[in-house]
Each structure stands twice: as structure tokens, then as C-alpha cells.
């Protein structure tokens, strides 16, 4: 059974940091791409972050700079560093474990279910 288990959300004031952790089980963790994707209230999901098996990172443009993803496939786990956080960074934070079979032609997704950042003063 697949299990991705977040932990670290919470409520901090705009300029402040929060980290966020992802244990994963149930899969080879090393071939998988780990991001992070956010949903804020009335929006759509958005892709923040990813960490892939090849080991390149991925983060869009907002969070450039603040943000800092990182994978420890001994552990199993994958992180997030969240500086200098905005108002505009609140929304409930999920881990993604991400595997494109080629010979398959189909991916592979799991989630974890979600912690909740909010930045507010």
C-alpha cells in the first residue's frame, strides 16, 4: 500500500519560513519524480515544485528563489523550505510521487492528503 504522509503546515506571518516533509512508502522511492502541488481556496491546482529521479528541480516562477526542494531517497522522504513566505503562498500543500511508464504509456500518481499553509499576519 502506497502511503505519503506530510507533516509541517501551519500558520506564519507574512516573511517567515515553514518547512514542509513528505515520508513516502510503498513505492521504489528513487525512480519516482516528488513534487509538491498546491491548491489555494477558488483556484486550481498548481504545481510549486519537483525534485526528479534524474535529480534536476523544477519551481514555478512565484516561489523562485524562496523556496527550496529537497529529496533523500535513503530516507524516503522529500522536503520543502518555505522563505520568505507571501499572504499569497496559503493554500493546502500535497505531496506527489510521479513515474511515467513508457512501456506502458501510462503514469503512475499518488498523493498525500494535504497540510494546510497559511500566511497571515
Known amino acids: 500500500q502506497v502511503q505519503l504522509v506530510e507533516s509541517g503546515g501551519g500558520l506564519v506571518q507574512p516573511g517567515g519560513s515553514l518547512r514542509l516533509s513528505c515520508a513516502a512508502s510503498?513505492?521504489?522511492?528513487?525512480?519516482?519524480?516528488m513534487g509538491w502541488v498546491r491548491q489555494a481556496p477558488g483556484k486550481q491546482r498548481e504545481l510549486v515544485t519537483v525534485a526528479t529521479s534524474a535529480g534536476r528541480t523544477v519551481y514555478t516562477d512565484s516561489v523562485k528563489g524562496r523556496f527550496t526542494i529537497s529529496r533523500d531517497n535513503a530516507k524516503n522522504m522529500v522536503s520543502l523550505q518555505m522563505d520568505s513566505l507571501k499572504p499569497d503562498d496559503t493554500a493546502v500543500y500535497y505531496c506527489n510521487a510521479h513515474l511515467w511508464e513508457p512501456s506502458m504509456s501510462e503514469a503512475k500518481d499518488y498523493w498525500g492528503q494535504g497540510t494546510q499553509v497559511t500566511v497571515s499576519s
Open positions: 510503498g513505492i521504489i522511492f528513487s525512480i519516482y519524480d
